[in-house]
């Protein structure tokens, strides 16, 4: 860790939401550490079926195989509690919170689109594989259930902290009920490049920058959401007409209530995508970051138009197909 560098290109977040006011010549440091570079030694091949809006793939959970959903929209990997192989012990997680009154245990933060996700616990799996790719040890956070409203049962999530620790991840998009390869480490060169997105990573999502109409974006690549979205106050911003409500649900399990509408210039990059179905929230998702930070989520209804993305982990570009 002996290189410190300023990110001036991805969304910070408000620890204290709010209460710790800032006033002009008042300063807030965040800092993350992420791991070295070199570090990244995943290499390997799994299968990726695309079944209603999520991609799913195998988990093996030392003899047990499970359906996971891959999930780059997800910092961490979980397991639902009836996927937790037998005999596997399921312990309380908790984070320390470090203050000048010393130290105390708090429940794990970890939000999700509806909310915070309460109760969460951990295990240990003694041997996960994914494909051909032997993760050893792992360690899971283990909810309840995930609320799915039609399809394939979600058992698992594999995340960003699976995803990101090879140099890079090449997903070929299946379309609906296809299969298709998934590959971790190996480099694989992609033809015809559609598009180049330079990225950032923090609070364990990946941000690319964009704007819908006229208002910058920030958006999380998102491939555990079938749905787009935007915050409703970006709606009436660039005076979008919002109709056909339904409701949805996170990792959390909250229930929020949506609305379509139609985005007639989104831009990524240097590209142009017009009429863009996205739909329109209050998630608590979107109220977590600094004021003024506008926050959107591209999910697989987006990325299902491309034929292959490509993740470049050690030089943060998006390469897509």
Not at 4 to 25: A, L, T, Y
Not at 270 to 279: A, L, N, V
Request: hydrophobic residues 40%; proline residues 3%; glycine residues 10%.
């Amino acid at each position: 860790y002996e290189t410190v560098s300023e990110d001036n290109n991805s969304p910070v977040i408000d620890m204290f939401q709010g209460k710790i006011p800032m006033s002009n010549g008042d300063f807030s440091i965040t800092t993350e550490i992420t791991v070295k570079e070199g570090s990244l030694k995943l290499e390997g091949e799994f299968d990726l079926e695309y079944s209603d809006g999520y991609y799913f793939t195998k988990l093996k959970l030392n003899n047990r195989i499970v359906d996971a959903v891959v999930d780059l929209g997800a910092a961490q990997s979980f397991l639902m509690k009836d996927a937790v192989p037998e005999g596997v012990r399921i312990y309380k997680a908790y984070a320390t919170e470090v203050s000048a009154d010393g130290n105390k245990a708090v429940e794990l933060p970890v939000m999700g689109f509806g909310g915070d996700i309460k109760g969460l616990n951990a295990c240990d799996i003694d041997n996960t594989e994914l494909g051909n790719i032997n993760l050893g040890k792992f360690t899971f956070n283990v909810m309840e259930e995930l609320h799915s409203s039609k399809g394939k049962k979600i058992e698992a999530i594999v995340g960003l902290d699976i995803i990101s620790k090879a140099e890079c991840f090449t997903m070929n998009v299946p379309g609906q009920n296809e299969t298709a390869k998934a590959y971790l480490g190996d480099n694989k060169k992609i033809s015809a490049i559609k598009l180049t997105l330079p990225f950032n990573i923090s609070q364990g999502h990946i941000f690319v920058n964009g704007k819908a109409g006229n208002t910058n974006i920030d958006f999380i690549l998102d491939t555990g959401s079938p749905f787009s979205f935007l915050p409703f106050s970006l709606a009436e911003t660039e005076n979008i007409k919002l109709a056909g409500s339904i409701d949805v649900h996170g990792a959390d399990g909250n229930e929020i209530k949506t609305y379509s509408g139609k985005v007639d210039k989104l831009y990524l990059n240097d590209s142009e995508f017009k009429d863009i179905e996205f739909r329109f929230s209050d998630s608590p998702l979107f109220e977590k970051f600094s004021p003024g930070i506008r926050v959107g989520l591209l999910g697989t209804d987006f990325w299902g138009q491309f034929k292959t993305l490509k993740i470049d982990f050690l030089n943060k570009i998006i390469y897509i197909n």
